[in-house]
T-cell receptor
């Protein structure tokens, strides 16, 4: 158990809909990262938040957004969903005092029908 | 691309044998990490090696890093059926904290 929790575990929704994925980092970690894993694209970095502020952006679509709250949990919002958004979405956390290990949650499996 | 590229894509061995996976990359790195993923589940961190290190050990795992060749290898000794999983190298470049993952090596260990 990495100490990172993600909810829900599974999501099935329709095209055009909007969903919110939630992540709670390990106790004491200030950084939260979001990654997407799909069969064709592999594991891709989406976005990083550090202590409530956006720190880095990767291959995140404009339809996607994220935020980190004062209690350090984070939410990833996916809107106007398309079939191609079906993937595993992982959250990871780290303390980032030194660039190092990221601890991954169990992931949310999203299926867009 | 900053991504690591693992080789081979798939590896099938018998229990007790050693498994070696390689990772090549193109950018300067801060560190390189190896992760394991059991089918469709979360990623488990195995080992981190920093750019100024050449070799690290953790239990049955041995990782080497050659920054001149921009390559790393992961050796699993005396493999077990429970080692069956996908193994990913992840590059942490000098430009940030995010990890750039390769496509992974799928390892099958048969009893």
């Amino acid at each position: 158990d990495s100490g990172v929790t993600q909810t829900p575990k599974h999501l099935i929704t329709a095209t055009g809909q909007r969903v919110t994925l939630r992540c709670s980092p390990r106790s004491g970690d200030l950084s939260v990262y979001w990654y997407q894993q799909s069969l064709d694209q592999g594991l891709q970095f989406l976005i990083q938040y550090y202590n409530g502020e956006e720190r880095a952006k990767g291959n995140i679509l404009e339809r996607f957004s994220a935020q980190q709250f004062p209690d350090l949990h984070s939410e990833l919002n996916l809107s106007s969903l398309e079939l191609g958004d079906s993937a595993l979405y992982f959250c990871a956390s780290s303390d980032d005092r030194v660039v190092g290990t990221q601890y991954f949650g169990p992931g949310t499996r999203l299926l867009v029908l | 691309s900053q991504q690591g590229e693992e080789d081979p894509q798939a590896l099938s061995i018998q229990e007790g044998e050693n498994a070696t996976m390689n990772c090549s990359y193109k950018t300067s790195i801060n560190n390189l990490q190896w992760y394991r993923q059991n089918s469709g589940r979360g990623l488990v961190h195995l080992i981190l090696i920093r750019s100024n290190e050449r070799e690290k050990h953790s239990g049955r795992l041995r990782v080497t890093l050659d920054t001149s060749k921009k390559s790393s290898s992961l050796l699993i000794t005396a493999s077990r059926a429970a080692d069956t999983a996908s193994y990913f190298c992840a590059i942490n470049s000098n430009s940030g904290y995010a990890l750039n993952f390769g496509k992974g090596t799928s390892l099958l260990v048969t009893p």
